[in-house]
């Protein structure tokens, strides 16, 4: 029998595991596919490292430590990446960094401006549940949904803010307006609207977070769990190597695959989870030749835009080697919530648009490198009523003592959100053990 056995080989399984470790437990991970990581995955080809899945990780204090912990040495991203820029009209505009420079910016109109300006006025918390598309209309006007808080949601959930809850897709912004009645008046006296932190990666990539995390703890790859029962104060686990036993459990596997291994301990959970709406996103790793691509993180593009890449991250501008010389490298992203049709279509298609678009958008005429990748189910949504699932997760673990569910659709789907939730969850674990 294990004491420990997780499910899934993903940052927050990955980095439960490392915490238990550290805390002198036995542990072992349990992971389907041949590499471990599920969403972060750096490849290598043609001189370009790209990622595949999350670029960079927004590290507060907390997660910065947990690095130091990890005996990892992030690297910052250059600090051109505070310039971002948004598409409009046929142009990137930067996005103001402050409140002077957004007065003068050319990204909203006079009347969007004011209509900000009049914010503190704004009508106060509403009761029911919004969408960040209602709440965003309220506070702040429609212009300001659609051409800065629209592509946020975009580059974060890939998600469409007409369906997102402010309360459980942003927390922040909504704690804010609890409160303060106000966000200009909250991000004022806290100093700070978004989350803070600085961006960061590694040397070689986000995978060299997953190889060093993993270092030591016993991983059984291409080893699917499909089935889990309760058997008195024990979990037996179906494995590709046959049965396993264990008194504590962790599932850190997507929504939809925790789904299915719950069922035989709560059909209903099992059903509510498969609900969770994953959206799928393709992305695009390009590399150009040197001159067209701008200094800064990158360029989001609103919908109201009438194009279908939602944005790109100047990769190559943010940290060093990733491009051979004399070229860069752009990440593109597509799909999301609000254009799910693009999965369907084929590398080849996905190419043209992209070559079209960032031709239209960057004035790239030749593209050096390309390489597609899609992900059919990419990110969970945090849409209206998301609380069920929260406090489904939260009585599940109450009625079967020793599971422990974890995971971006849970946690947040930030991988800081998911580190730093492994902390709680290490923590339960422990209690439970002793
Ligand atoms: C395209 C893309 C871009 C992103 N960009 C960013 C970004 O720039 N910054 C950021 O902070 N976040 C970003 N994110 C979000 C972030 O990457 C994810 O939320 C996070 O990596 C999810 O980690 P996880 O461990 O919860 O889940 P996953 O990474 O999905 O890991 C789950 C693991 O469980 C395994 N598994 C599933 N079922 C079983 C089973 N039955 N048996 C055994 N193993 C199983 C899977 O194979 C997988 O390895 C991005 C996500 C995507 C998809």
């Given amino acids: 029998m294990r004491d420990i056995v997780i499910i899934g080989s993903g940052i927050s399984g990955l980095s439960t595991a490392f915490r238990l470790r550290k805390l002198g437990y036995d542990v072992v991970v349990y992971e389907k596919d041949e590499d471990i990581g599920g969403n972060i995955k750096t490849a290598t080809q043609e001189g370009y490292t790209f990622e595949l899945g999350p670029q960079t ?3 507060d204090e907390e997660v910065m430590a947990f690095f130091k912990e990890a005996g990892l040495e992030p690297l910052v991203a250059s600090p051109s990446s505070k310039n971002r820029y948004i598409y409009k009209g046929g142009k990137l505009v930067p996005l103001p960094m402050s409140p002077l420079l957004f007065l003068f910016s050319p990204l909203l109109s006079l009347t969007a401006k004011l209509r900000v300006l009049k914010e503190p006025w704004a009508s106060g918390p509403v009761k029911n549940e919004e969408s ?3 709440f965003v209309r309220r506070r702040l006007g429609q212009e300001f949904l659609d051409y800065i808080v629209a592509p946020f949601v975009s580059g974060v959930y890939a998600g469409d803010p007409e369906r997102l809850s402010v309360k459980y897709a942003t927390r922040r912004v909504y704690a804010l307006e609890q409160e303060f009645g106000s966000l200009i008046r909250g991000a004022l006296k806290k100093k700070a609207l978004g989350p803070k932190g600085v961006l960061v990666s590694f040397e070689g990539g986000l995978y060299t977070l997953i190889r060093e995390l993993a270092r030591g703890v016993e991983v059984k790859r291409e080893n699917v769990v499909l089935k889990i029962r309760k058997k008195e104060d024990r979990f037996i686990l179906d494995t590709r190597e046959g049965k396993v036993e264990t ?3 962790v599932v850190s596997s997507p929504a939809y695959t925790a789904s299915y291994l719950l069922k035989d301990l709560s059909w ?11 959206v799928p996103v393709v992305v695009v790793n390009v590399g150009v030749k040197s001159g067209n691509v701008p200094e800064g993180f990158g360029v989001l593009i609103p919908r109201r835009e009438g194009k279908r890449i939602l944005g790109a991250v100047f990769s190559s501008k943010l940290f060093p080697g990733r491009a051979p010389a004399g070229k860069d490298l752009l990440t593109v992203y597509l799909g999301g919530a609000t254009d799910r049709e693009i999965i369907e279509l084929s590398n080849e298609a996905i190419t043209e648009i992209v070559q079209k678009e960032l031709r239209e958008v960057l004035g790239i005429n030749s593209i050096d490198f390309i390489h597609v ?11 209206l009523g998301y609380g069920k699932y ?3 997760a939260k009585e599940m673990e109450e009625i079967h003592r020793g599971l422990f569910l974890t995971g971006n ?3 947040g789907v930030s991988v800081s959100d998911c580190i730093r939730f492994s902390e709680v969850t290490a923590k339960k674990v422990s209690e439970f053990l002793q």
């Fill in 57 to 59: 990780v927004l590290a």
């Fill in 132 to 134: 960040i598309a209602d």
């Fill in 247 to 249: 008194k504590a459990l």
């Fill in 268 to 278: 209903s959970a099992s059903l509510e989870f498969d609900r969770i709406d994953y």
């Fill in 373 to 383: 990748r899609k992900w059919k189910r990419a990110i969970p949504q945090y849409t």
């Fill in 390 to 392: 929260l406090n489904l």
């Fill in 409 to 411: 659709y849970l946690s």
